[in-house]
């Protein structure tokens, strides 16, 4: 698409992701690129692999996949119950890239056996677990799509709680004012949610690094000890890989999860 044309269609959209296009093109997302998605990114050897985006939005993480080399990339939105106001916008940039990523708008988390693939290299599950009224069902769904070793990113928010594990919900107490979230769990509560899912936690950033410096964890403990909740919202962005192990810490076999027991 010409450089002047681009920039005519890309006003006409709503942008939540900044996303680089070429040509000294760049969309006016409201979001900056999330440094720590790319820090784990970097991570990742992306050459040839199958990825997975969940929540894609306008696309980003899909296209940065694909720009580092993936060769199979599902798209994955569920914007049915929220209408498809950001769905333009991630076809614009598909056509501008000249993506090859397939595009699930109608897709939830839960159903993503439905794409027929149950041997994803990385998935991509960004920004969405505190929208989930079930993260710790999505987590299984997903982990049953995946390789064994393969990669998971994970973002959003967490307390800076890591002694306790405990999540918050959110129905009647408004998140961010959002009728969209539903939980903030503590960062010993996620840890445990991706390892109970058959996951080994590799690497976590934080957008405040200096949130687990010792005056912080003072601080979070005797709020505990107040029976305060633990302060200030994080975010965080969890890499962990698929593992097959039994599970020391469960009396049984997750029946969701039987096949990543042995
Ligand atoms: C905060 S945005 C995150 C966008 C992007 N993943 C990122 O990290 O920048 C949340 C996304 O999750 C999607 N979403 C919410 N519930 C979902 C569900 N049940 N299944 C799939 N996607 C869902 C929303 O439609 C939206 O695109």
Redesign the pocket.
């Given at each position: 698409m010409e450089r002047e044309k681009l920039i005519q269609e890309i006003a006409k959209h709503n942008w939540?992701?900044t996303i680089d296009l070429g040509q000294g093109v760049v969309t006016p997302g409201r979001?900056p690129v999330?440094q720590n998605?790319i820090k784990a990114y970097d991570k990742i050897d992306f050459k040839g692999k199958k990825v997975l985006?969940?929540?894609?939005?306008?696309g980003?993480?899909s296209f940065e996949a694909e720009r580092r080399g993936a060769t199979e990339v599902h798209s994955?939105?569920?914007?049915t119950?929220?209408g498809y106001w950001?769905s333009p916008a991630y076809r614009l940039a598909h056509e501008a890239l000249g993506s090859r990523a397939s595009y699930h708008p109608d897709?939830?988390?839960?159903?993503v056996e439905q794409l027929g693939v149950n041997d994803f290299d990385v998935v991509?599950?960004?920004?969405?677990y505190y929208?989930?009224k079930h993260p710790l069902l999505?987590l299984s769904k997903l982990r049953r799509v995946m390789k064994e070793g393969a990669h998971v990113v994970i973002?959003g928010p967490i307390y800076p709680d890591m002694a306790r594990s405990y999540s918050s919900f959110h129905y009647r107490d408004l998140l961010f004012g959002d009728k969209?979230n539903w939980c903030v769990p503590t960062l010993r509560c996620l840890r445990d949610w991706v390892e109970c899912s058959y996951f080994e936690v590799e690497q976590e950033y934080f957008n405040r690094p200096d949130a687990f410096s010792q005056l912080n964890r003072l601080k979070v403990a005797l709020r505990s000890c107040l029976g305060m909740p633990p302060g200030e919202i994080l975010r965080t962005v969890m890499l962990a890989r698929a593992v097959v192990r039994q599970d020391p810490l469960y009396a049984g076999v997750d029946p969701d999860l039987v096949e990543c027991s042995r």
């Open positions: 939540m992701h979001w999330n998605v985006d969940l929540g894609a939005c306008n980003l993480w994955v939105d569920y914007l119950h929220v950001c897709l939830n988390v839960y159903d991509v599950f960004s920004g969405i929208h989930l999505a973002e969209s």
